[in-house]
């Protein structure tokens, strides 16, 4: 061996550290598997490629928040286990990213779909379930419905307001209403609200249905937060309920989105569009409705 190769082999180090890979190249590597398994091919659109970013980015927040709210409660309430990446179920998240990324969901976008993990009682880990948002049930019925209206109009109603509704009889042709605010900045209190499908080129579909405060109530979840819908809670000192105090929240918003929600849950799904990726968001509800999930958690969800 000449001076020149002694050299060489010397400044070349015996063993060449190992790079681990960050979470998000594993993230990014389970859910590229799980598309190319699904598709018969590995490589990802841009759009798709971004989409999976945002899935992680979404996740990893609401991990790091699940886990900070973990660790103030006291020893006795606290789950043992971290809500951390590693004690995630890595196999039923990335089959259910890519379900949740091809029906056109984004977590990026305002009321798409949100992550919400849990713990499975049975497996030990934390799943994370996607519960859509008012907009990402819009889009769901616009993907799949059988007979989507042109434009859906979702209207609280108030005590000044002046609301007349038309319904198709032998005067009139076509379904309807006539809408009126008398005092924009003062409308008084809630009385209920509509919502009114329309067709521009079958108007004899057009469709109105009026909810009262009651029927808005009934929608009202069983654990429905406080800060989201207003009423009592509980106020709590040094981790010791010292007492309850009254939240205004959100209830006209919540209204607005009860009614919202209700207008596409009312368009009927088309049973040829169903395909793997919605029986998969059905599965995810069911599997969500079935867990022991804390009430905390059910009540965050309920505001969504």
Do not use: C
């Amino acid at each position: 061996m000449d001076t020149a190769d002694q050299t060489k082999q010397q400044t070349v180090p015996t063993e060449i550290a190992k790079k681990e890979p960050t979470q998000s190249e594993r993230f990014m590597t389970k859910v590229i598997s799980e598309f190319g398994s699904s598709v018969g091919e590995v490589a990802l659109t841009n759009f798709q490629k971004r989409l999976a970013q945002n899935y992680f980015i979404a996740l990893d927040a609401v991990l790091k928040t699940t886990e900070e709210k973990r660790l103030k409660k006291s020893d006795k309430f606290r789950d043992p286990v971290p809500a951390v990446w590693q004690h995630v179920n890595m196999e039923k998240l990335a089959r259910d990213v890519v379900a949740m990324a091809r029906v056109g969901f984004d977590p990026s976008q305002p009321n798409h779909i949100n992550p919400i993990p849990y713990k499975n009682k049975n497996s030990g880990k934390y799943d994370i379930t996607f519960i859509e948002g008012y907009r990402g049930i819009e889009l769901k019925a616009t993907k799949y419905g059988l007979d989507v209206p042109d434009h859906v109009t979702v209207e609280l109603v108030y005590s000044t307001d002046k609301f007349r509704p038309v319904k198709k009889d032998s005067k009139n042709q076509y379904e309807g209403y006539e809408f009126e605010i008398v005092n924009a900045f003062d409308r008084g209190n809630i009385i209920g609200g509509f919502y009114y499908h329309s067709f521009s080129q079958a108007p004899e579909k057009n469709k109105l249905v009026i909810m009262t405060k009651k029927d808005i109530e009934k929608r009202k979840p069983d654990h429905a937060s406080a800060e989201f819908w207003g009423g009592e809670k509980d106020k709590w000192e040094n981790n010791k309920k010292v007492g309850t105090e009254t939240i205004e929240g959100w209830y006209d918003k919540m209204a607005w989105k009860t009614i919202y929600r209700a207008a596409f849950g009312d368009i009927t799904i088309d049973s040829q569009k169903i395909d793997d990726d919605y029986l998969r968001l059905k599965q995810m509800e069911s599997d969500f409705a079935e867990a022991e999930v804390d009430e905390e958690i059910r009540a965050n969800v309920m505001g969504l």
